[in-house]
T-cell receptor, first 112, second 114 residues
Framework: SQKIEQNSEALNIQEGKTATLTCNYT??????LQWYRQDPGRGPVFLLL?????KEKRKERLKVTFDTTLKQSLFHITASQPADSATYLC???????????FGTGTRLKVLA | DTGVSQDPRHKITKRGQNVTFRCDPI?????LYWYRQTLGQGPEFLTY????????KSRLLSDRFSAERPKGSFSTLEIQRTEQGDSAMYLC????????????FGPGTRLTVL
């Protein structure tokens, strides 16, 4: 069955460092992959999308990579700030379906 | 543009009762999604509307769940004969035509079934 894995354990990093979150998937051929941020008690907020034919995407302090051979996406936040503390979700979409499959999310805590 | 809104924000009900949630998408967004999220999990796809047409529905969705979008604007999600396992956050998201990639989520409705 389709499976998406994100680090279930929380990631604690020091302010100013680069946070790297992983999203691995199996039994799926996504056409695109999205990253969302979710704060407690709120809906997810879209951050970045990367398509299967793209290797890397950047937006301000955010960078996403997508390796369809490894079936993995990496999400980087450079110069991290305490305000970046949240849960980050990856979601996969495929051609021929409107359904998105979300990972369980990784909780990031940036320490001042 | 005030974003996606959902009503109510919280609902407590007794097992066996029916509940209905409402979602108002961003105006002119013709694509609308419903998700369910439990603690520590990511959102789980329930159903998708394009305008008033329900084009995709999760096989996980039991017959107790039904969703409508009668005029292609707001949508309702009804759960009949609620069970304790239905307790979750129910999220609605919308996206404009041509941008299925970006979903704008509402704040969610938290359902507690006693």
């Amino acid at each position: 069955s389709q499976k998406i894995e994100q680090n279930s354990e929380a990631l604690n990093i020091q302010e100013g460092k680069t946070a790297t979150l992983t999203c691995n998937y199996t039994n799926y051929s996504p056409a695109y992959l999205q990253w969302y941020r979710q704060d407690p008690g709120r809906g997810p907020v879209f951050l970045l999308l990367i398509r299967e034919n793209e290797k890397e995407k950047r937006k301000e302090r955010l960078k996403v990579t997508f390796d369809t051979t490894l079936k993995q996406s990496l999400f980087h936040i450079t110069a991290s700030q305490p305000a970046d503390s949240a849960t980050y979700l990856c979601a996969l979409g495929a051609s021929g379906t409107y359904k998105y499959i979300f990972g369980t999310g990784t909780r990031l805590k940036v320490l001042a | 543009d005030t974003g996606v809104s959902q009503d109510p924000r919280h609902k407590i009900t007794k097992r066996g009762q029916n509940v209905t949630f409402r979602c108002d998408p961003i105006s002119e967004h013709n694509r609308l999604y419903w998700y369910r999220q439990t603690l520590g999990q990511g959102p789980e796809f329930l159903t998708y509307f394009q305008n008033e047409a329900q084009l995709e529905k999760s096989r996980l969705l039991s017959d107790r769940f039904s969703a409508e979008r009668p005029k292609g604007s707001f949508s309702t999600l009804e759960i009949q004969r609620t069970e304790q396992g239905d307790s979750a956050m129910y999220l609605c998201a919308s996206s404009p035509e041509g941008m299925t990639d970006t979903q704008y989520f509402g704040p969610g409705t938290r359902l507690t079934v006693l």
